[in-house]
């Protein structure tokens, strides 16, 4: 890289970084106005609000809000740089046009390789802390209240509950199935199953077991098994896709595709947009870079605006999709990936249509 990379590269990390700083800042005053009450009621220790809260609570919001403060940032500073005559000097020297994007696509690929890391790992784990935090301070107690459970625990094992509390780990109305083409070949029937922290199986109270032809069932008072099914499977959901790493969420969704559940979909969102984030910070970077190179007679303030209008539409665009794929009227990955596809297209487009 020469001067002008380094000069250019420095402007646009130096102003990301000052963005985002500002913004998490103001969420973060404006987060806790909002729940300082529920600390009080709560009695949240301090030490917990502000080590195991907030200081999880700035590694989420800063990958959160990262295409979006690139975007917002490159506008800025690029207009600043195009209202001074700074690119019309640049152009003048013999530099082109596409020569000039360089270290806005270097600044951006560094940005989109520590965004990925950030939502890949850095923030699930600052979730496994601060969405638990959440939990007991801030959202009411949870009840699992679902009835008539079915679920998949092997490829031809089949577990229902009727009923289950999960404060004291217990089932209730519990069949366990083994289900061999169209028929039946084993049935265990049971009051009740409760959990055992000690020993990690469960423990099946007054069960009965039907076999394909026996002639009689077989009883039992209490017997300890370990089933592929877990305490954490009927525990609070809320925000639960946000504290798998990658890694983790392949294997979530291996599992929950194994046992046919539904919901499935707002894992594979989750997984998606932590491959196309990287990509849109890139494209939304080109796109403020093509809208605020050229000096406009007005000054800067027309560029912004219209700036913030595209992130605008962008931020619309993208939640009306994952809506209607959460609600399963469209296809996770297209839903994930087509504001990055369509805005791709923008910036081409603006490319050979804008004035240089």
């Excluded at 638990?132 to 998949?152: A, Q, S």
């Excluded at 009965?208 to 032809?213: C, S």
């Excluded at 896709?241 to 969420?249: Q, S």
């Amino acid at each position: 890289m020469k001067i002008l990379d380094y000069y250019i590269l420095k402007k646009f990390l130096k102003t990301y970084v000052f963005a985002v700083f500002i913004i998490v800042l103001i969420v973060m005053v404006i987060d806790y106005t909002e729940k300082i009450d529920d600390f009080i009621r709560k009695e949240a220790p301090l030490r917990e609000i502000l080590f195991d809260y907030y200081l999880n609570f700035i590694p989420y919001w800063a990958s959160y809000i990262s295409p979006l403060m690139v975007f917002i940032a490159t506008v800025f500073f690029t207009a600043n740089l195009a209202a001074k005559t700074e690119i019309i000097a640049i152009l003048s020297s013999g530099v082109s046009f596409t020569r000039l994007m360089r270290p806005y696509l270097i600044g951006s690929g560094i940005l989109a390789i520590g965004t990925f890391i950030m939502i890949g790992w850095i923030v699930p784990n600052a979730n496994k802390i601060r969405v638990p935090f959440e939990h007991k301070y801030i959202n009411n107690t949870y009840y699992f209240d679902k009835r008539d459970v079915h679920i998949k625990i092997a490829p031809d094992v089949y577990a229902y509950l009727e009923t289950y509390d999960n404060t004291t780990n217990t089932g209730y109305r519990f069949s366990l199935e083994r289900i061999v083409g169209t028929e039946i070949q084993e049935k265990l029937m049971s009051d009740r199953i409760t959990w055992d922290s000690t020993s990690k199986k469960w423990t099946i109270h007054d069960y009965r077991i039907r076999t394909a032809g026996a002639t009689s069932l077989k009883f039992g008072a209490k017997i300890d098994t370990t089933l592929n099914l877990f305490p954490k499977d009927f525990e609070n959901k809320h925000l639960l896709h946000e504290t798998f790493t990658l890694p983790e969420l392949n294997r979530h969704i291996a599992l929950v595709q194994s046992r046919g559940a539904d919901g499935i979909e707002v894992f594979q969102i989750e997984k998606y947009l932590r491959f196309a984030n990287p990509f849109s910070v890139m494209i939304l970077t080109i796109i403020g870079f093509l809208v605020s190179a050229r000096k406009a007679r007005g000054g800067v303030g027309f560029q912004i605006a219209l700036g913030f209008s595209l992130a605008f539409i962008y931020i619309l665009f993208f939640m009306m999709s994952k809506g209607i794929a959460e609600g399963g009227g469209m296809p996770p990955l297209l839903a994930v990936w087509l504001p990055n596809i369509v805005f791709s297209a923008v910036g081409v487009g603006l490319y050979y249509t804008i004035p240089r």
